[in-house]
């Protein structure tokens, strides 16, 4: 199987053939992948070399002539280094475009802290008007990224990963999808991290909503899952699992429920500095994101049925 950051190159080449308003900016990373479509659209395929700053400013700029830019680097530079650019040539100047990331929260170890990025999302939050795709398979990244690309000039984060759920689910990019049910409470498992939460809830009294697209929240999925129940009332314990920086969605699940008892238990990358830097699988479990310490979190925060 592909991973979705060669799906990114092969659908996005593909894309740049057919739509004459889609650009991309590079900055050294994957270049190679794309130097076939570079010498097909030289005007089109721009690589700002390691210059992170300017790659999202040179971004901006396209889409202030009308174009759809594409801006792609590692999450690290493509967030939280250059986020001064995100927020103005973006935000304040009211246009739109596609930033699309890869090596995510921990997924090159090797490459120490200033290749990891698991507060990307979180910071996103602190500005408006950002959809945030997080596939969980080089199936949904296609389908996300094909949505993305074709959204008008809306400003679209798709944050791709080299971890990866065993099979796509379908995705529309709006919606939470319910994957197992149960009474006793509600589990969110974002992105590539379904399989884990599928593996540690399993014989658990539980729903399991399955959440690729996680800006806008599904408040009124949340809701429907949490009301469910012999009595319709709030099953009222919510743990969100998140393959970036723990509690990063509390919040807007707490607003989703403002009107309902309820806990909330959010789960994700701690805000510990693994210096080892070990393996993906490593990490994972360092942060408590392997099925057995899922299962061992989750049930001790369960309300008794």
């Avoid at 659908?11 to 076939?36: H, K, N």
């Avoid at 080892?276 to 049925?305: K, W």
């Amino acid at each position: 199987m592909d991973t979705m950051r060669e799906r990114f190159i092969s659908v996005t080449s593909d894309l740049l053939d057919e739509d004459p308003r889609l650009a991309l900016v590079l900055a050294e990373i994957t270049m190679d992948g794309f130097r076939p479509a570079q010498q097909r659209h030289p005007d089109r395929v721009i690589n700002v070399g390691i210059r992170e700053q300017l790659l999202v400013g040179v971004g901006g700029g396209l889409a202030l002539t009308g174009l759809r830019p594409v801006v792609h680097t590692f999450a690290s530079f493509l967030v939280e280094r250059p986020f001064e650019q995100v927020k103005l040539d973006f935000g304040h100047q009211g246009t739109g475009g596609v930033l699309v990331s890869a090596s995510a929260s921990y997924d090159w170890p090797a490459g120490g802290f200033t290749h990891m990025a698991p507060g990307d999302v979180a910071l996103l939050d602190t500005l408006d008007g950002w959809t945030v795709h997080v596939p969980g398979h080089p199936d949904e990244a296609e389908a996300l990224l094909r949505h993305a690309y074709a959204a008008g000039d809306d400003k679209v984060y798709v944050r791709l990963s080299q971890q990866s759920n065993t099979a796509p689910r379908p995705v529309d990019g709006l919606r939470f999808q319910t994957v197992r049910e149960g009474r006793a409470g509600v589990v969110v498992a974002v992105g590539p991290l379904l399989d884990n939460v599928l593996a540690a809830t399993e014989g658990l009294d539980l729903t399991v909503l399955y959440a690729p697209t996680v800006r806008p929240f599904d408040d009124a999925g949340l809701r429907a899952a949490a009301l469910r129940g012999p009595t319709g009332r709030a099953a009222a314990d919510v743990v969100l699992v998140e393959p970036y920086l723990a509690g990063t969605s509390t919040a807007a699940a707490n607003d989703a429920l403002a009107d309902t008892p309820h806990r909330v238990l959010g789960l994700g990358v701690t805000r510990a500095e693994l210096r080892r830097y070990g393996t993906i699988d490593e990490h994972t479990a360092a942060h408590g994101l392997d099925p057995r310490s899922l299962r061992e979190r989750i049930t001790g925060f369960r309300t008794p049925n």
